[in-house]
């Protein structure tokens, strides 16, 4: 689908019409060779689930571990987790446009979010004793249930399902910069601590719980085109490194998710 992830949109490895591309302009010696060669990759060398479970836990190892260096360094150093996040963007950013996937980029991107991660979640602990525990249990609990729907056929990606999520994130990062920039300035429409997330709302709730019940059902869409993704992949017979990128979409989104929750429990509990 066109508006999938683009950490793997932007590679044809996980489409069938990307391999069909590149044999347009080749010669005729070079499509006999071709011919010659073995319908597929051998499967010691293609992308399957095993190996892209493998890549991806790799992955999150040395997230947590990484983590654990910025919850340890932040008191010293509260300025690092700010840094580790600007890094962890940057790396997003070369990861996803990147033609073919870098497990050193992938893996470093992990470390400086887990620092990132580690810096953020020790400074909610130090306000809201047990928020953190808090919030990787309901990261799971997302995680876990959008994965055991999708592998049981429930939920599945649509175009139609996938053009909504787009115009709904876009709305939600127009909003999010909007509040950043209302809280830098000092706008009163901001006040409190999370800004336009802790005002008010209908019935009196802030809008951040109501933002939040959305933004994690957008994130939990997000993994089953991450899931979808990789299935095309396999499905397709994907280069094995780009198990690495399977994980990286996963990744993102989980750090997305967790991100959010940890918010939304630091307002529920602000009330």
């Known amino acids: 689908m066109a508006l999938d992830n683009p950490a793997f949109s932007r590679n044809s490895a ?8 590149a044999a347009q302009d080749v010669s005729a010696q070079q499509l006999q060779e071709l011919y010659n060669q073995p319908a597929t990759l051998p499967d010691r060398e293609v992308m399957t689930v095993e190996n ?13 571990v990484f983590a654990a260096v910025g919850w340890t ?12 996040s600007l890094v962890g963007f940057v790396l997003a950013l070369v990861n996803i446009f990147k033609k073919e996937p870098s497990p050193a980029l992938i893996l470093a991107y992990a470390a400086a979010q887990g620092v990132f991660l580690g810096g953020i979640s020790l400074m909610f ?9 808090q919030a990787v249990i309901g990261t799971l609990a997302v995680v876990g249930v959008t994965l055991a729907l999708f592998a049981s056929g429930k939920v599945r990606a649509s175009k139609r399902a996938t053009k909504i999520w787009m115009i709904a994130m876009i709305g939600y990062m127009v909003f999010a910069l909007v509040n950043l920039v209302l809280m830098w300035t000092g706008a009163e429409i901001a006040g409190g601590a999370f800004g336009l997330y802790s ?10 719980l109501l933002i939040g019940v959305f933004v994690v059902i957008m994130a939990a869409y997000s993994l089953v085109l991450d899931f979808d993704m990789i299935q095309q992949g ?10 690495w990128l399977g994980g990286f979409g996963i990744m993102v ?17 602000s009330n």
Request: charged fraction near 10%.
């Open 199 to 208: 005002a008010k709302g209908p019935f009196g709730i802030p809008w951040g």
């Open 125 to 133: 602990e130090s306000q809201w004793s047990g928020i953190v525990a």
């Open 253 to 269: 989104t989980v750090v997305w998710l967790y991100v959010e929750i940890l918010r939304m429990i630091a307002i529920a509990r």
């Open 73 to 84: 360094i932040t008191p010293a150093a509260p300025w690092v987790f700010w840094v580790a």
């Open 14 to 21: 996980f489409s069938q019409q990307g391999a069909v591309a």
């Open 52 to 64: 892209t479970i493998a890549k991806t836990a790799a992955s999150f190892g040395v997230l947590v």
């Open 234 to 243: 396999v499905r397709n017979g994907a280069p094995r490194k780009y198990g």
